[in-house]
């Protein structure tokens, strides 16, 4: 459509001119990254901004630009920038030591706080990222269950190589995986029941987040814990992003224990880390005690900065109750942010809970990836490019993702960006969607 082509054009080129150090920063780049990246998702057009500092919730940029942070480290941010509670855990593990080859106490403690905070978890283990983490799931449950099939979720993301946003990947990882839709329940209890006794395990997101922060509907995930254990396979909830929201994570708040969890993000303080555990039975395959235990490696599994700062993070910064009320201060503005959208008549709406939120251009919440339309889509660059015109850093797709350092001012002064793009957009935003 030739009106938001231009739309889209036209703030581009007035990003471009305000930060022509991000732009030359982004060409030398070129030289020894495959177009200036590393990291796939941070790409955008025209060029993406070179960030030099942050502190609290805010970044600046290599023009001199600040930003409040809501892409967020895609949600392992939560702590924000710098935080002295989690600075001083690092710089103390500096001191005595690092790369040390040896178990030491922070990993022992950081697995007695993951274990004693959400119900399924009776043992963990530690690996380096979120991916890590699902990798070892499902490996484990192919191994536990003597199967190889396994059930993901279309538009749902585990993973650099365990992926199926639009479709299949083709850097995945070769399991067997047969794919239904979220929150389809008849759809998800056909699949497994054809599968049946060939299904290692079902892998499934509570809230599917890069989907677009789509909740998973209770009876959904009831339905997959119910259907799993008849027929003998394992029910694994990826909780690296939604770990975050309130004291036990989304398994926590619906009653609903799955067999392995996976955990990441936020749980390292900001570092690299990534955890996956589940019932005392599951877990005793990889005891080294054991005959015959399985050998999981991974040569910064237990690096000490990790767990120094994961430690830190959730005994002293974000304990159960301040995951309570740092939940519901962020559903408040999300709720809020519906009511403005509601009010002007605008079709566009905030998916998600908590501190995971995405934007959709829709008058309803969006309850399956299928409900996310083409002209949906669309619209996502020029609302990603304007908002950061106004000084609200984004994720590419609409995302949004609060941290702990924010304030009721740093939410306002986004609500006002969000509500400056409605007044300003909602005739074209109408025009895309009806054609």
Same mark, same amino acid.
């Given at each position: 459509?030739?009106?938001?082509?231009?739309?889209?054009?036209?703030?581009?080129?007035?990003?471009?001119?305000?930060?022509?150090?991000?732009?030359?920063?982004?060409?030398?780049?070129?030289?020894?990254?495959?177009?200036?990246?590393?990291?796939?998702?941070?790409?955008?057009?025209?060029?993406?901004?070179?960030?030099?500092?942050?502190?609290?919730?805010?970044?600046?940029?290599?023009?001199?630009?600040?930003?409040?942070?809501?892409?967020?480290?895609?949600?392992?941010?939560?702590?924000?920038?710098?935080?002295?509670?989690?600075?001083?855990?690092?710089?103390?593990?500096?001191?005595?030591?690092?790369?040390?080859?040896?178990?030491?106490?922070?990993?022992?403690?950081?697995?007695?706080?993951?274990?004693?905070?959400?119900?399924?978890?009776?043992?963990?283990?530690?690996?380096?990222?979120?991916?890590?983490?699902?990798?070892?799931?499902?490996?484990? @449950?192919? +191994?536990?269950?003597?199967? /190889?099939?396994?059930? !993901?979720?279309?538009? =749902?993301?585990? %993973?650099?190589?365990?992926?199926?946003?639009?479709?299949?990947?083709?850097?995945?990882?070769?399991?067997?995986?047969?794919?239904?839709?979220?929150?389809?329940?008849?759809?998800?209890?056909?699949?497994?029941?054809?599968?049946?006794?060939?299904?290692?395990?079902?892998?499934?997101?509570?809230?599917?987040?890069?989907?677009?922060?789509?909740?998973?509907?209770?009876?959904?995930?009831?339905?997959?814990?119910?259907?799993?254990?008849?027929?003998?396979?394992?029910?694994?909830?990826?909780?690296?992003?939604?770990?975050?929201?309130?004291?036990?994570?989304?398994?926590?708040?619906?009653?609903?224990?799955?067999?392995?969890?996976?955990?990441?993000?936020?749980?390292?303080?900001?570092?690299?880390?990534?955890?996956?555990?589940?019932? @005392?039975? +599951?877990?005793?395959?990889? /005891?080294?005690?054991? !005959?015959?235990?399985? =050998?999981?490696? %991974?040569?910064?599994?237990?690096?000490?900065?990790?767990?120094?700062?994961?430690?830190?993070?959730?005994?002293?910064?974000?304990?159960?109750?301040?995951?309570?009320?740092?939940?519901?201060?962020?559903?408040?503005?999300?709720?809020?942010?519906?009511?403005?959208?509601?009010?002007?008549?605008?079709?566009?709406?905030?998916?998600?809970?908590?501190?995971?939120?995405?934007?959709?251009?829709?008058?309803?919440?969006?309850?399956?990836?299928?409900?996310?339309?083409?002209?949906?889509?669309?619209?996502?660059?020029?609302?990603?490019?304007?908002?950061?015109?106004?000084?609200?850093?984004?994720?590419?797709?609409?995302?949004?993702?609060?941290?702990?350092?924010?304030?009721?001012?740093?939410?306002?002064?986004?609500?006002?960006?969000?509500?400056?793009?409605?007044?300003?957009?909602?005739?074209?935003?109408?025009?895309?969607? =009806?054609?």
């Amino acid at each position: 459509m030739e009106s938001l082509r231009s739309a889209i054009e036209d703030a581009r080129s007035r990003y471009a001119a305000l930060n022509p150090l991000s732009h030359a920063a982004d060409k030398g780049a070129e030289r020894y990254l495959p177009g200036g990246n590393t990291r796939s998702v941070l790409y955008y057009e025209p060029f993406p901004l070179t960030i030099v500092s942050g502190n609290g919730a805010e970044l600046t940029d290599l023009d001199g630009h600040s930003y409040i942070d809501f892409v967020g480290e895609y949600s392992a941010a939560l702590f924000g920038h710098s935080n002295d509670v989690i600075k001083s855990a690092v710089h103390e593990a500096l001191d005595n030591g690092v790369a040390m080859g040896a178990p030491t106490q922070y990993e022992r403690d950081l697995a007695g706080l993951l274990c004693e905070r959400f119900p399924s978890l009776d043992q963990v283990r530690f690996c380096n990222t979120g991916t890590e983490a699902n990798l070892m799931a499902l490996s484990t @449950a192919r +191994v536990v269950t003597g199967r /190889n099939k396994l059930l !993901a979720f279309n538009d =749902a993301y585990h %993973g650099g190589v365990i992926k199926f946003l639009g479709g299949r990947c083709a850097l995945n990882m070769p399991f067997d995986f047969v794919l239904a839709d979220y929150n389809d329940i008849d759809g998800a209890a056909d699949a497994i029941d054809q599968v049946g006794d060939e299904l290692a395990a079902v892998i499934v997101e509570p809230i599917l987040g890069a989907g677009g922060n789509i909740q998973g509907n209770r009876t959904f995930l009831e339905t997959l814990r119910q259907k799993t254990r008849e027929v003998g396979a394992l029910l694994i909830f990826d909780e690296v992003k939604t770990a975050r929201l309130g004291p036990a994570g989304v398994q926590g708040m619906i009653g609903i224990k799955p067999d392995l969890t996976t955990i990441g993000k936020f749980i390292g303080g900001g570092l690299p880390t990534g955890a996956f555990g589940g019932s @005392a039975e +599951v877990m005793a395959h990889f /005891n080294p005690k054991n !005959a015959g235990a399985l =050998a999981h490696a %991974g040569t910064f599994n237990n690096n000490v900065c990790s767990m120094a700062a994961g430690c830190a993070a959730l005994s002293k910064v974000y304990p159960a109750q301040r995951a309570a009320e740092f939940l519901d201060w962020s559903e408040a503005f999300r709720l809020s942010l519906n009511d403005m959208f509601a009010a002007k008549g605008v079709p566009m709406y905030a998916n998600g809970l908590g501190s995971m939120i995405a934007i959709h251009f829709s008058s309803k919440p969006t309850k399956r990836p299928t409900d996310i339309t083409a002209g949906c889509q669309s619209l996502r660059p020029l609302l990603h490019m304007e908002l950061l015109l106004d000084g609200i850093l984004v994720c590419r797709r609409g995302d949004l993702f609060l941290s702990l350092p924010m304030d009721d001012g740093q939410l306002s002064t986004a609500r006002f960006a969000l509500e400056k793009f409605a007044d300003r957009y909602k005739p074209l935003i109408e025009e895309v969607l =009806a054609a």
